[in-house]
């Protein structure tokens, strides 16, 4: 099966959740959307997207060496991402998408635009955590509440880190780069 690795600020090869999972289920595409409109209303720095693209750069040669490659789409803003993705899939038969999450108010509603999206397709859509040591809202107090003392929290963490402790992943074996059309 094709697969999709949506990159976004996570650009990772090695310990990369979502990465690990799209080789795991086939032939690999990665690609990063770049969205220059959406980058100016959340105030990204050119330095920062210039950090981003020299990343980026690096990644396609890293992620090349496996059989990986990297396309990069552009659209303005997060509103063109679900057609955009949409067409990607519908145009180089990619059947799952794997992306690592996005925790910002923006990306979450681009996120599920996307996912429903793709479900008109019949693409499955798979969300990874790998931004955090442990997942936003996993750690609550005894009455199941999010901590609001910092203290505690860290004690918690840590707790759950020594008794679970966590394993990177490897970067993905190498692949026969998928077929374009």
């Known amino acids: ?90 145009d180089h038969a990619i059947g799952q998408v794997h992306v690592n999450a996005e925790w910002a108010v923006n990306e979450r509603r681009r996120d599920a635009a996307v996912a429903a999206r793709l479900r008109t397709l019949d693409v499955d859509w798979t969300l990874h955590h790998g931004a955090s040591l442990l997942r936003p809202g996993t750690v609550l107090t005894g009455k199941g509440e999010c901590y609001r003392v910092y203290t505690p929290y860290a004690r918690a963490c840590r707790e759950r880190l020594r008794t679970a402790p966590l394993r990177a992943l490897p970067a993905p074996r190498a692949q026969t780069p998928p077929p374009w059309p």
Request: charged share 20%; aromatic share 8%.
């Open 1 to 90: 099966m094709n697969t999709l690795l949506w990159l976004r600020t996570d650009l990772r090869a090695h310990d990369n959740p979502a990465l690990a999972a799209a080789a795991e289920a086939g032939t690999v595409t990665a690609l990063f959307l770049a969205a220059p409109g959406q980058w100016r209303l959340h105030g990204d720095a050119p330095a920062k997207v210039d950090f981003w693209l020299r990343n980026l750069r690096e990644l396609s040669r890293e992620l090349g060496r496996q059989g990986i490659p990297l396309r990069l789409l552009t659209v303005h803003d997060w509103s063109e991402a679900p057609d955009a993705l949409a067409a990607f899939c519908r």
